[in-house]
């Protein structure tokens, strides 16, 4: 297409972004980032608490944020071209069903591929849905997600539960698929040890980041690294090629995108395959990291990745920092369980108290008046407890989730045509 179209477009594109909060530039990103350290490295001193800065905890931290990570990215495919995809679930089922049948025979790297196909299956479905008939979005990603819980239920129990079938006999069974092979891991030699050495000291600061580093290049998996690429070349593609420019000009104003000869039909396809593919993806790394597909596996990650893309404004950067802090939390309540959770409340208290002398300043005495509260609250729990329940530590992630989107859902800007019905021919 010509210089002029392709200028066209990036000036309706850049006439929505008045109103969208400034980008993050990348000193900014590292003052959070140095901030939230010693915010945690403190948190260690204060409460004792030490595998909140453990390179343990940030193992599992990565190994948990890469599939929410993925079935974000997913969403933001799906949604820069206006088809809300709620069905994120299903094909993250679907994925991870297919990465089993396919992950016992032939290996993970097969098994990836297969959750891949798996869940841009998926995608083409709701695509079909949608874009073709029309579908309300909603509506078709409910069903998406019923239909794969369904689907892949009721495959299990025909291929790997069969009586005298070679899965069975190879240890599957109604619930679960035979065991697969396992992914390669890789260590950075010499500076993963020496990292795990300076850790073990507890030095404010000094260890907490060694204890960070040492779980971000110790026993990493390949596939994780695949995915940090697919980010990085989201990015790319969406906010540096023409084909993104198009596509994201689909979800900003079709009609206006069609009159400027854009096929926007051809575009929302590409755009929820894709989106279907990566949720898929994150669906195998569930099934190969625990070496098998089990029924329930993705356990609402899914909505946690919907969450993710909501809280990361629909941009790739954004998803992986809610990635990170959804898989923190989720590491946090699989690894240590009460106590350190029980740390997290004094964070939480502290935060509530900033927002709520934040509102006051604003002038907003009743919202600062609700943190104001709320923080106290948390400071009396945990003064009076030693502990936190159980129940409340499963529920940790999912709570998380609630307060991150109430705290900054007022500074979202979705594209313009997200979930909005639209038929060929409209901008002609």
């Not at 995809?85 to 098994?111: D, K, R, Y």
């Not at 356990?299 to 909501?310: D, E, V």
């Not at 629909?314 to 350190?340: I, K």
Request: aromatic residues 10%; positive net charge.
């Amino acid at each position: 297409m010509s210089t002029t179209f392709t200028s066209a477009i990036a000036e309706k594109l850049s006439g929505k972004n008045k109103g969208e909060r400034r980008k993050l530039s990348t000193p900014v990103v590292l003052l959070i980032v140095a901030g939230a350290m010693i915010v945690l490295a403190a948190l260690r001193q204060i409460t004792g608490a030490v595998d909140l800065t453990s390179s343990g905890q940030f193992s599992g931290a990565l190994a948990a944020a890469v599939p929410i990570g993925l079935a974000g990215l997913g969403g933001l495919w799906a949604e820069r071209a206006g088809i809300v995809n709620i069905g994120l679930e299903g094909m993250m089922m679907l994925g991870t069903f297919c990465a089993g049948w396919m992950g016992w025979q032939h290996g993970p790297w097969i098994a990836a591929l297969a959750g891949v196909v798996g869940g841009a299956v998926g995608g083409l479905l709701h695509a079909i849905a949608t874009v073709t008939f029309n579908v309300d979005h909603i509506i078709s990603g409910v069903a998406i997600n019923i239909l794969a819980l369904g689907v892949t239920q009721y495959l299990a129990k025909l291929w790997f539960g069969a009586e005298g079938s070679a899965a069975q006999q190879a240890g599957g069974n109604d619930k679960q698929s035979p065991v697969m092979a396992n992914m390669p891991n890789f260590s950075i030699p010499g500076l993963s040890d020496w990292l795990h050495s300076i850790e073990k000291h507890h030095w404010f600061l000094v260890s907490d980041v060694a204890g960070v580093l040492g779980g971000l290049v110790t026993d990493v998996s390949w596939l994780t690294i695949v995915s940090a690429a697919l980010f990085v070349g989201t990015f790319y593609v969406l906010w540096r090629t023409a084909f993104g420019l198009r596509l994201r000009s689909c979800g900003e104003s079709p009609v206006a995108a069609e009159s400027l000869g854009v096929n926007v039909y051809k575009y929302k396809y590409w755009a929820v395959i894709v989106s279907g593919g990566l949720a898929g993806l994150g669906g195998a790394f569930l099934a190969i990291g625990t070496h098998m597909y089990s029924d329930g596996q993705t356990g609402g990650r899914g909505y946690i990745g919907l969450a993710t893309m909501i809280f990361g404004n629909w941009r790739p950067g954004g998803v992986a920092m809610g990635a990170g802090l959804f898989g923190f939390m989720d590491s946090l309540q699989l690894r240590s369980g009460g106590p350190t959770v029980h740390a997290l409340l004094l964070l939480v208290a502290v935060l509530a108290a900033g927002l709520a002398l934040w509102r006051f300043k604003q002038g907003k005495k009743k919202p600062a008046i609700i943190s104001g509260s709320f923080a106290l609250a948390l400071v009396l729990w945990y003064a009076l407890t030693k502990t936190v329940p159980l129940e409340f530590v499963d529920a940790t992630p999912y709570v998380a989730t609630l307060l991150v989107l109430s705290l900054s859902a007022q500074r979202l800007r979705m594209p313009k045509a997200d979930g909005k019905p639209y038929r060929k021919g409209q901008g002609k």
